[in-house]
């Protein structure tokens, strides 16, 4: 099966570079008999990162590899020499991609401008070298930490075509000739339906403002349009996509319909129907008719016919031919005069997030950021990112490191919370993909907290001999 040539949308999953290890090292010089610790840290692992690119103009390489992994950092090393930090995997995507999560649809990024970056999937941190933890009780650490490990994301990229004018109109309608013959672009144009398969962009010189700069409008030429399309026929929703963004759009109307029995007036009704279906905001844009083929006799009559019942209807009409160039300069002009407007009152692209979005600050009350539940199989889970990134960056198979961890949890109140869930010595404790068997350090904890423990320790055994 042949590839595609353009593609706007694709599922991609990232992953971050994972961090390098820290060190475990000590100094050995000569007459230093006993030197201390000189583990250096791991560097971070490189991130994924998407860049608006305005020479891409199509996610075509992403659907073809749609696995993208930053590079894992360096691991420490003796002498406190701190391993390299991984360079970023940039990946270049067109400008008008919108980046969402796969699962739950939630926008992430609108890269509208050239240049626009965003970390799709960051990398982990570097794991410290036994140098960080060396205190004055503890001369001599034996352990270090591992790199952090990064999981995998899956996002939805789709392409909306960032123009100022969409062409919206039924196959064979004309759409393609105009945009033709309004700018430099060359797309295809036959004379059957459904020509056009990709979308085409085109830059049209359409006057000068009042201080004399000139006005370039860009044309999207889109697939047409057929009945139905908001529910997904034909190319339904790929179609009306890409005129999300449009500051204007274009009705294009067929004058000759007799060869696909329909009618302009009708047509127009079906296209707005569309519009609405899809996003009713549509609809609330400046909205320009122009009926095509006026070049031709029969063309020129059904042009007077249904010019006069869009008049009555409060349509802005004009005629134009692609072939003799009747109107075009009409339809130039105006089409300038609307988009220079249109920027004027909401910016040069409509974006999906808007960068002017109004910024609440809320303050959360402070708390812990895990939580403590049972699972299927009475074990007490501990949940939140931070914990978990404890476990899994510590070497807890080493006995001095699962003490550091332990009092590393006890000062973050995880001890506290699992005795105010029920949990007693010996109870296992599920954190990440480790397991632990619960012992509160009685000794360590303050006094309350000892009182809670053996007294939630003295009710268990009761109870058990009740049963």
């Known amino acids: ?25 000590f100094r050995r010089e000569s007459h230093v008999p006993r030197g201390g610790p000189d583990g250096g840290d791991g560097g971070r692992g490189g991130d994924v990162v998407f860049v608006a690119d305005t020479n891409v103009t199509s996610l075509l390489d992403l659907h073809r590899a749609p696995h993208r992994r ?9 002498m406190n020499k701190t391993g390299a930090t991984a360079d970023h995997h940039v990946v270049r995507v067109p400008v008008g991609t919108v980046v969402r999560h796969r699962d739950t649809e939630q926008v992430l990024a609108d890269l509208v ?10 990398g982990g941190r570097g794991g410290r070298g036994n140098t960080s933890f060396a205190t004055r009780h503890r001369r001599l650490p034996t352990f270090a930490e591992r790199g952090e490990e990064t999981d995998e994301i899956s996002l939805r990229l789709e392409l909306k075509l960032i123009a100022d004018v969409g062409l919206v109109g039924f196959p064979s309608a004309g759409k393609s000739s105009l945009v033709g013959r309004l700018s430099a672009a060359k797309p295809r144009v036959e004379a059957w339906p459904f020509t056009t398969l990709t979308p085409h962009l085109g830059v049209m010189r359409a006057g000068n403002r009042a201080d004399g700069a000139p006005i370039d409008v860009v044309l999207a030429d889109v697939p047409g349009l057929i009945e139905g399309a908001a529910q997904g026929k034909g190319l339904g929703i790929r179609f009306l996509r890409h005129i999300e963004r449009c500051l204007v759009l274009l009705h294009v109307l067929d004058g000759m319909p007799f060869e696909t029995d329909r009618d302009p007036v009708r047509d127009l009704a079906a296209l707005r129907e569309e519009l609405r279906q899809h996003d009713p905001e549509l609809l609330t844009r400046p909205q320009l008719v122009v ?8 063309g020129r009559a059904m042009a007077e016919l249904a010019r006069d019942q869009l008049v009555e209807q409060g349509e802005e009409i004009l005629e134009v031919s692609a072939i003799s160039g009747d109107g075009l300069d009409a339809l130039r002009y ?10 004027s009152r909401v910016g040069e692209v409509r974006q999906v997030v808007g960068d002017d979005q109004e910024v609440l600050l809320r303050i959360e009350p ?14 007490f889970v501990v949940a939140g990112r931070r914990i978990e990134r404890w476990v899994q960056m510590l070497p ?4 001095e490191a ?14 506290k919370a699992l005795v105010a869930a029920g949990a007693r010595a010996g109870d296992e404790v599920v954190i990440g993909d480790a397991v632990f068997d619960f012992e509160p350090d009685l000794d360590d904890l303050p006094q309350d907290e000892r009182d809670a423990v053996l007294a939630a320790e003295a009710e268990a055994e009761l109870d058990e001999e009740r049963s």
């Open 366 to 379: 402070k708390g812990p950021d895990f939580t403590v539940s049972r699972d299927g199989s009475d074990r």
């Open 291 to 298: 009926i095509t083929k006026v070049d031709l006799p029969d």
């Open 334 to 343: 105006r089409l300038g005069e609307l988009v220079d407007h249109e920027r």
């Open 113 to 122: 401008r050239d240049g626009q970056r965003f970390v799709a999937a960051p």
């Open 70 to 78: 930053g590079e894992d950092g360096e691991h420490g090393s003796g």
């Open 402 to 415: 699962a003490r550091y961890l332990q009092g590393r949890l006890r000062r973050a109140g995880v001890e």
């Open 396 to 399: 807890i198979e080493e006995r």
């Open 1 to 25: 099966m042949d590839m595609p040539s353009f593609v706007d949308e694709c599922t991609v999953h990232v992953r971050g570079g994972r961090g390098g290890h820290g060190s475990v090292s």
